[in-house]
């Protein structure tokens, strides 16, 4: 058994084995050191590059900005840096940060030229895409980068080329960079070069991995100390770069693991026949729930704040604003009001909605009073008119007193759709 095993295993190595498939050292240093130069025909592909970029991010079009990666000459010198690291080649590593430097200026610079000129100035989604990179980001440049290596120093390279270049997407945050320069927005520009700064630092470092699995020879250009310095610098880079898209990839899924639960506990708690959620959202560590349509009572929203914990909301206070009563509504809104200058900013629209709402609660509310009054002398077995709207219909409840006497609805119907001056008035009958 113990020899079948290790038979077993011997021949899953064969599949996995890079040995047998590798291209000759010397070719693949060649190729590199071609790439890493940035003169002539390079630097005008480049630069058409990012305008494609620049274009495609401008109009939303992922089809223009995936041409523009297929095109561009970006991985050169990134490859470069994590093979000089490798082989410890002093010239190669020198060289590729020198034309890294370069490319990355003249592509900034081109983007931004772009969109000082263009018309068009709006962030679409595809350019706020490049602005908040995460370990999601992290993890593509390296996978991509691992891929590329491999198919650059292996004969069977296939098209693995290409798509390296779309998966790893250099271009687009250069151009973001770019955008955010000329429009003066300045988290635009760092969370964009952030982005290009993690696939650069992790597209080397699956080259620099990739030539130490495929122990390619040194070229002896750096003394051991030296390149044991450049390896202390490179995990140093490494570590640091991954710190702030730790940080954000924290933030964002706490903040969608507690969404979650926000929606879970709204729809499991307060959600009830005849009332309808208008939103729900944490604002200043306040749970705030706006409600209209049947009112949720106390007992129900103290027995929700209770179960809160079962959500993983314990820390939140339950604030819930109901529609359904003229003088909560208006309490509710004297509140968010009376908020700071930055949440009434946030909350315009919110509070806009809020004031209409009171003010067909109000102008319905009075004008149910007087038509009580006159339909009470008109007809006696009429005890109260309730109006309210159901949609973008109004709803007219007759409250019916009990009497042997009969009471004539539709005299009734056509005297409040004449007296309200809506032929499309609906009455119900209690």
């Known amino acids: 058994m113990r020899i079948n095993i290790k038979a077993f295993l011997k021949g899953l190595g064969q599949h996995f084995n890079l040995f047998d498939d590798k291209e000759d050292e010397r070719e693949v240093v060649r190729q590199v050191k071609e790439g890493v130069v940035f003169r002539g025909t390079n630097l005008w592909i480049l630069i058409f590059a990012i305008f494609i970029a620049s274009l495609g991010l401008n109009v939303n079009s992922t089809a223009v900005i995936i041409g523009a990666m297929l095109i561009s000459p970006l991985m050169g010198p990134i490859i470069g840096l994590g093979l000089g690291v490798g082989i410890n080649d002093y010239d190669l590593l020198r060289r590729a ?12 610079a081109t983007a931004m030229l772009y969109f000082l000129l263009s018309p068009l100035s709006e962030a679409r989604s595809e350019l ?26 292996t004969k069977s390279k296939g098209q693995v080329i290409p798509g390296v270049a779309i998966a790893t997407a250099l271009m687009p945050p250069l151009c973001t960079a770019g955008y955010g320069l000329a429009t003066a927005q300045w988290s635009y520009f760092l969370g964009a070069f952030y982005l290009y700064f993690i696939n650069s630092v992790f597209i080397a470092l699956s080259t620099f991995l990739g030539v130490k699995l495929l122990r390619f020879h040194s070229a002896g250009s750096l003394s051991p100390e030296r390149a044991l310095y450049g390896r202390r610098v490179v995990t140093a880079v490494v570590v640091l770069t991954l710190i702030p898209a730790a940080w954000m990839t924290f933030s964002i899924v706490k903040k969608e693991v507690r969404e979650r639960s926000v929606r879970q506990f709204v729809a499991h708690e307060l959600v009830q026949t005849g009332t309808q959620i208008l939103s729900s959202n944490i604002e200043h560590d306040t749970l705030r729930v706006v409600a209209v349509g049947r009112p949720i009572s106390d007992a129900e929203v103290e027995e929700a704040q209770r179960r809160m914990a079962d ?61 009580t009054a006159e339909a009470a002398t008109l007809f006696p077995r009429v005890g109260e008119v309730r109006l309210g709207r159901v949609g973008d219909d109004v709803v007219a409840h007759v409250m019916v007193i009990p009497s042997g006497e009969k009471l004539d609805t539709d005299r009734v119907r056509r005297w409040l759709r004449t007296r309200l001056q809506n032929g499309d008035l609906w009455v119900e009958f209690y």
Do not use: W
């Not at 604030?319 to 908020?339: P, R, S």
């Open 128 to 153: 706020l895409a490049r602005t908040s990179p995460t370990l999601y980001d992290v993890l593509i440049a390296f996978c991509g980068g691992a891929a590329g290596v491999l198919a650059l120093t």
């Open 311 to 371: 959500y993983g909301l314990k820390k939140y206070p339950l604030m819930v604003i109901q529609g359904g009563n003229t003088e909560e509504l208006a309490m509710q809104l004297n509140d968010i009001v009376a908020a700071s200058d930055a949440e009434r900013r946030s909350q315009t629209q919110h509070i806009a909605d809020l004031e209409r709402k009171l003010e067909a609660y109000t102008q319905y509310d009075s004008l149910a009073a007087a038509v």
């Open 97 to 108: 940060l020198k034309n890294y430097g370069i490319a990355t200026l003249i592509s900034i």
